[in-house]
């Protein structure tokens, strides 16, 4: 930490401010010869960029630097700005929301800037994929002695989500972006040793970075920060759903990224092709590391009785492909978190005592000519004591998310991309938690412009709450990918 005056605007009267620390990186530009070749090159907007990059870090603790010679431009740029600094002082007792991931840039749009000149700059020695590229395939890049091979993709989802209460007469709307994400995936030497990283715009944080390396036949070891595979419709996007978001069950019960290892395997018992997965991770979720004392393992496997799923269909919500013979994927994963301290294992609230949960997850998914269903159950335990946290008086203070729960939905693909589909979940919680049982009933609609890459979704939904009130909720949201 450093202590730096700060002007106050109007004034001259210096503030005491306290800043965090920022790092820095070394930019060094070559300035072609001819104007043209300084645009071709795309010189010109990049200086641009980061001269505008520079304006807009003028009231913050660091500023772009700018060393300019006939023929090199030498420029220091900060890597994390905090925007706060920009209108407000941070005090001495501000803490940061996500300590672990100071590494992350902190400016999204000057994180995108970087990825695509990053691109820019290998343009001229990359052969670019322009005949074969459609929408959600994004930008892609192989240089050309093969070495290297690279794609970067962005989504958004703009929601809209009103819920009224007919027992208060109240009605409350919210206007958000659901998600914005830059992904960059793709591989390095070959095609076997393949990374990803995806970026979180919205929350500011990482998602995945994960490498993975097919080191032999069909066996996958992944290394790095990735979904633990667990129940289908987590291990699912988001931007393949079928309806506008997850179900009530997933919320409760469901696992989520991890730091670890995973070990993936495909095979073929008989004729039937199996998968099978298994994960050892720190189990303290993205964002609160350090604190657990115990690891997490998980294991799952999928079994595919009629055959595979057209073009990678396992992960994918709604029949896309309308798959000309019946497909069926049967589902089982096993998880145990040791010494987790969040109210969900991996992520939820922290809590004052720990415990170890173990959790059993079993479905279904089924897609022919259109018509998609999935069924999950899922089911959360507590291995070395109550579920609930007690203080020193005897009064609950929190408890672990145990218990069980069920998700059924499905729906029809008409041949004009519009679709209709329905879900009942419900989430039953262990009664010495405390916590009441709850119920979604939902219908939506959908229209698929370009796959699920371009698509209009609207839901409606009947929320149930023991000794509560019934909510009415109704969402609408555009996804788009590209």
Known sequence: MSMREKVVSGSKIPQRVCYERVAHVTIVLRLPNTIAECERTGAVALLTLLRLWSSWCH????????????????????????????????????QDPYPEQRMAFKRPFFLVIFFIFIFHSHMTNAQVDVTNTTLGNGLRFLTKDSTFYVQFRLRIQPNFTGTYVDATNSFQEDWSIRRCRAKLDGWVFSPKLVYKLEYDLAGNYIRDAVIKWNFAGQFHLWFGQAKLPGNIQRITSSQTMQLVDRSIMNTQLNLDREMGVQLHHSLLLGNMPLHWALAYSQGDGIRDRGRSTGGEFTARVEAFP?????????????????????????????????????????????????????????????????????????????????????????????????????????????????????????????????????????????????????????????????????????????????
């Open 59 to 94: 009231h913050s603790a660091e500023r772009v630097e700018f060393r300019s010679s006939p023929k090199r431009v030498k420029v220091l740029l900060p890597l994390w700005w905090d925007p706060r600094h920009r209108n407000r002082s941070r005090t001495m007792n501000h």
């Open 306 to 482: 009629l055959g595979t799923f057209t073009n990678n269909g396992r992960t994918t919500e709604t029949d896309m492909e309308r798959e000309r013979t019946p497909k069926i994927l049967i589902g089982l994963a096993y998880d145990h978190n040791a010494n987790g301290f969040q109210d969900r294992g991996s992520w939820g609230t922290v809590l004052t005592e720990t415990r170890s949960l173990q959790a059993f997850f079993a479905d279904i998914t089924f897609k022919y000519r259109g018509i998609y269903f999935l069924g999950e159950y899922g089911h959360k335990e507590a291995t070395d004591g109550s579920p609930s946290v007690f203080d020193s008086a005897g009064i609950r203070t929190g408890a672990f998310r145990t218990g069980y729960g069920y998700n059924l939905q499905g729906g029809y693909l008409f041949k004009n991309n519009w679709e209709l589909a329905g879900r009942y979940s419900a989430f039953e919680p262990e009664k010495e938690t405390g916590r009441t049982p709850l119920t979604e009933s939902t219908f939506g609609i959908s229209k698929y412009v370009s796959g699920h890459n371009l698509k209009v979704q609207l839901d409606f939904s009947l929320l149930t709450e023991q000794y509560r009130p019934d909510a009415y909720r109704s969402r609408l949201q555009v996804e788009l990918a590209f």
